[in-house]
């Protein structure tokens, strides 16, 4: 397996631009999140979905889109990139949809900057 | 409101010292979980512990230990003798009953040969 995988690894956008992070996990994994690192503010919650089909927002949803159309894709969308969405993106995966016993397990991260 | 503080930002230890990473919580719910996980300077996250509410046993990992004391909402990890390699930013997170993640600011750990 090569677990959560995530492309691309490096990205810079100007202001206004949109762009897609791709986020891919071959675990058959219900449950797949998308998070942002910023300094000092730890790993924050921007969308997830507990199934194919199904998304929700998470604490700092403004400006991205998501969708699920399948069980291993989970492509997070920058509409019009601003200078604070500069940050570190991280996809993460766990087994169940519904659970809050199960582990995440995270992909290795996009860096993402906006000039 | 769900919310987990690691008030320590910066430690910075000398190889083979003794250290503590402090993690408080705050949860209305009476079942949830704890992690940590640690991301070393490639960035990654990499999962350490997972510990339930109902179970209060201090875990052992090797070099590694977490003691969880509910009774003051706290799950504080500890590395003993540590070394270059333990240094990374280390992350304590709670799951709450929707399963959603919340993670504290994190503590960077410095050790220095």
């Known amino acids: 397996n090569a677990g959560v995988t995530q492309t691309p690894k490096f990205q810079v956008l100007k202001t206004g631009q949109s762009m897609t992070l791709q986020c891919a996990q071959d675990?058959?994994?219900?449950?797949m999140s998308w998070y942002r690192q910023d300094p000092g503010m730890g790993l924050r919650l921007i969308h997830y979905?507990?199934?194919?089909?199904?998304?929700d927002q998470g604490e700092v949803p403004n400006g991205y889109n998501v969708s699920r159309s399948t069980t291993e894709d989970f492509p997070l969308r920058l509409l019009s990139a601003a200078p604070s969405q500069t940050s570190v993106y991280f996809c993460?995966?766990?087994?169940?949809?519904?659970?809050?016993?199960?582990?995440?397990?995270f992909g290795p991260g996009t860096r993402l900057t906006v000039l | 409101a769900q919310k987990v503080t690691q008030a320590q930002t910066e430690i910075s230890v000398v190889e083979k010292e003794d250290v503590t990473l402090d993690c408080v919580y705050e949860?209305?719910?009476?079942?949830?979980?704890l992690f940590w996980y640690k991301q070393p300077p490639s960035g990654e996250l990499v999962f350490l512990i997972r510990?339930?509410?109902?179970?209060?046993q201090n875990e052992i990992s090797g070099r590694y230990s977490w003691n969880f004391q509910k009774s003051t909402s706290s799950f504080n990890f500890t590395i003993t003798a540590s070394q270059v390699v333990d240094s990374a930013v280390y992350f304590c997170?709670?799951?709450?009953?929707?399963?959603?993640?919340?993670f504290g600011q994190g503590t960077e750990l410095s050790v220095k040969p």
């Open positions: 979905s507990v199934g194919a089909g199904i998304t």
């Open positions: 675990m058959n994994h219900e449950y």
């Open positions: 949860t209305r719910d009476t079942t949830y979980y």
């Open positions: 993460a995966s766990r087994v169940r949809g519904r659970s809050f016993t199960d582990t995440q397990y």
């Open positions: 510990r339930n509410s109902f179970d209060e």
């Open positions: 997170a709670l799951s709450e009953a929707e399963g959603k993640l919340i």
